[in-house]
Antibody, heavy 116, light 112 residues
Framework: EVQVAESGGGLVQPGGSLRLSCAASGFTFSSFAMSWVRQAPGKGLEWVSTISGSGGNTYFADSVKGRFTISRDNSKNTLYLQMNSLRAEDTAVYFC?????????WGQGTLVTVSS | DVVVTQSPLSLPVTLGQPASISCRSS???????????LNWFHQRPGQSPRRLIY???NRDSGVPDRFSGSGSGTDFTLKISRVEAEDVGVFYC?????????FGQGTKLEIK
């Protein structure tokens, strides 16, 4: 059974950093691009970042470019999102999802709150 | 970014009646490989999005056949032949053809 599960969310002050993780199981992790999508409270869905299966290609939304880094450890079947210089507007539930063009499996999300 | 516009944003429906959601994109969603990466998701309150339809009209495993997707180019539609109570929540269309992927605003379906 394919599963993805996020962790690492929490409360952080503006300007702070946080690293999210996404543990995957039930499929050949290195064969799939993986993505992060976020949802601000009461709002819609926003694509954040994607990384290719090998990790050699990464993509970022303009809203996070230069502040967020995406990476993966294929030996541990784990995806990461390093978030620096966090702003209030980054407050959201962060989902990891398998794929880029037709994301199929999504985790339950982890809440990131940026507030003083 | 490609703008994806859904309508209506609110959809009150009587149980057993049909429903339809429109999704329009600001650019053609036909990719160079010939595929059209337009997907539909359903999100219940407090849950993560669940993919229902991928590449315009392909139903995911376990999705009831009362859900159907159609369209081409820039205009797409999700139809529910008979709404059931479990369909409440928000439906999103999403294009994956152009980077970054973009979502419609969401259509909130409620039972009258």
């Amino acid at each position: 059974e394919v599963q993805v599960a996020e962790s690492g969310g929490g409360l952080v002050q503006p300007g702070g950093s946080l690293r999210l993780s996404c543990a995957a199981s039930g499929f050949t992790f290195s064969s799939f691009a993986m993505s992060w999508v976020r949802q601000a409270p009461g709002k819609g869905l926003e694509w954040v970042s994607t990384i290719s299966g090998s990790g050699g290609n990464t993509y970022f939304a303009d809203s996070v470019k230069g502040r967020f880094t995406i990476s993966r450890d294929n030996s541990k079947n784990t995806l990461y999102l390093q978030m620096n210089s966090l702003r209030a507007e980054d407050t959201a539930v962060y989902f990891c999802a398998r794929g880029i063009t037709t994301p199929d499996y999504w985790g339950q999300g982890t809440l990131v709150t940026v507030s003083s | 970014d490609v703008v994806v516009t859904q309508s209506p944003l609110s959809l009150p429906v009587t149980l057993g009646q049909p429903a339809s959601i429109s999704c329009r994109s600001s650019q053609s969603l036909v990719y160079g490989d010939g595929n059209t990466y337009l997907n539909w998701f359903h999100q219940r309150p407090g849950q993560s999005p669940r993919r229902l339809i991928y590449k315009v009209s392909n139903r995911d495993s376990g999705v009831p056949d009362r859900f159907s997707g159609s369209g081409s180019g820039t205009d797409f539609t999700l139809k529910i032949s008979r709404v059931e109570a479990e369909d409440v929540g928000v439906f999103y269309c999403m294009q994956g053809t152009h980077w970054p992927g973009t979502f419609g605003q969401g259509t909130k379906l409620e039972i009258k």
